[in-house]
């Protein structure tokens, strides 16, 4: 195993968890990120990179040119938000900002790219360009859309993008990548049925009670994943929000009942499927029950779905420094979304995760929980990972 890197950049672990934990301390939304932001750009300068400010709004790119010759261009990519979630860590660099927290490592990986950028800016032994990704708005507010519609890839031409995310649910120092679908596609639905209303006590034989409409429904999706996908594949779809009526008037029938809900796929075909079956559920129930439904289906961020020939660079980079027995090539699927998906439709490319657990079993606290805390210890060996990619990428060396 080589460890050179990891030895190599030990001195600035301090420094650099500072930054992490700075970071933390001051957690940031997307399309919010403007103290990150400004704070990745101000590091990279001092470091002696090239940064574009402002990509997708708030999104930074640093650019590093090794010294040999080569054409070969290569991306690397970190995300920079928050979470709306109230920290219970009770760390002394916890949120200053009630109700937000950095509850993904978010902070993490900004910093363990930082750190790549500062080791391949001080090592330009290899041949061609990387571009180092600071990506804002991961979490549900589109910032990997809004980079890619900014030309980021036109400014900014990639031959392969490589994504990095820690995982607290496996042993510190542990990697796992699969090809193919990882991570699922995020959809939601909502469905609106509409009748007439009417009183629940003297006169519901006069009403269309949609009430019962919608009960049916909620029975019948679960029958999309049972039935109608293949049992070979996978999805999810579940029921997260159902709205009619008042409590107060228990007496009255709702005249109007909302439904909302999201919907995990893994394969375009299985999306497609999702969302026909959901219109033709509810259309067809509210037309057996006299009512009328309004559906709409609202496409996220797709399918997480890595590449042949970047997962195996990804594998072989991570076992070179921890080792094969240590590198899990074919882990659950997640049925988690990344919209890191958005750009791997563009450009060829791996997502990678890193196993951060240090509890007597392994793990930590899970993600997007009030009690996650990323694992500094993950900084080192993260920024090693950067550097084997670029290493066999671009045919430089390690150390």
Known sequence: MDRS????????????????QDIHAHPELGMEEVRTSALVAEKLR??????????GKLGVVGTITGKRPGQRVIGLRADMDALQITEQTGKPYSSRHEGLMHACGHDGHTTMLLGAARWLSENRDFAGTVHLIFQPAEEGRGGARAMLEDGLFERFPCDAIYGLHNKPTIPFGRFAIRPGPALAAADRFYVKFIGTGGHGGSTPHLATDITVVQAH???????????NVAATDTAVLSVGAIN????????VMPAELAIAGTARSYTPAVRDLIERRIGELAHGMAAAYGCRAEVEYRRG???????PEQTEVAK?????????????????LV????????????RPGAFMFLGGGNGSDGTSANLHT??????DAMIPLGIAYWAGIVAHELGGTQG
Request: hydrophobic fraction near 50%; avoid cysteine.
């Open 5 to 20: 890197v990891i030895d190599a950049v030990q001195p600035w672990q301090a420094e650099l968890a500072a930054i992490r």
């Open 46 to 55: 001092e470091w002696g990179v090239e940064v574009t400010e402002g990509v």
């Open 217 to 227: 429904f909620v029975l019948a999706l679960q029958t999309i994943v049972s039935r």
């Open 244 to 251: 009619g009526g008042s409590a107060i008037s228990a007496n």
């Open 301 to 307: 961020v797709p399918a997480t779905v890595n590449h």
């Open 316 to 332: 072989v980079v991570a076992a070179g420094l921890v080792g094969d027995a240590a590198v899990d090539p074919n882990p659950p």
């Open 335 to 346: 049925t988690g979304a990344e919209d890191f998906s958005l750009m791997l439709e563009k």
């Open 370 to 375: 009030p009690h996650f805390d990323f694992n």
